[in-house]
């Protein structure tokens, strides 16, 4: 079995609690971390939790059984870029990290900037965080601004991711 762990729980949880399908999603989310990657897949695609962007983030994370690594990248990608189509912030977070590094896409900063920005703008911490730091430092294909920089890493920190903390503290020193 395969699988890309970028999905943070604590991210899912927060989102699961604020979605109208959160007792099928949680049903889905337990039968994939339990290994029944089977049930959990059949339950998101024949329900209301396939047109769930959270649920295609999801099943994207995990392997079918016997699906080759090849099939499940292909199938993972293609997930997440339906995902973000719908404007869900994990989706365009793990897409902007993936053109960032080059892993599974071709390297592509601008692109990465894009996704990473789209993805703050819905306030996704980590988002927050990367796109903060390219702003403050105009790196990565963004243009210097510092203070808008600072917001976006003020709202990462205010959300509690700790990169951000550290970073705004090192910077006030």
Do not use: W
């Amino acid at each position: 079995m395969f699988y890309y762990r970028q999905f943070d729980e604590d991210y899912f949880l927060k989102k699961l609690s604020e979605s109208h399908d959160s007792e099928e999603l949680l049903s889905a989310y337990n039968l994939l971390e339990e290994g029944n990657v089977i049930k959990g897949h059949e339950l998101i695609a024949s329900s209301s939790l396939k047109n769930c962007s959270l649920a295609l983030v999801l099943a994207s994370i995990y392997s079918n059984e016997n699906e080759e690594e090849s099939d499940f990248i292909k199938r993972h990608l293609d997930q997440l870029k339906e995902a973000a189509n719908a404007r869900d912030p994990f989706a365009l977070y793990s897409l902007g990290v993936y053109h960032d590094v080059g892993e599974l896409l071709e390297e592509d900063k601008m692109l990465a900037y894009k996704y990473f920005k789209d993805s703050a703008e819905l306030d996704l911490p980590q988002a927050q965080y990367i796109y903060g730091t390219m702003l403050y430092y105009g790196t990565g294909g963004a243009r210097l601004d510092v203070e808008k920089g600072l917001n976006y890493l003020y709202l990462s920190s205010k959300q509690g991711y700790e990169d951000a903390t550290t970073l705004l503290q090192s910077l006030h020193k």
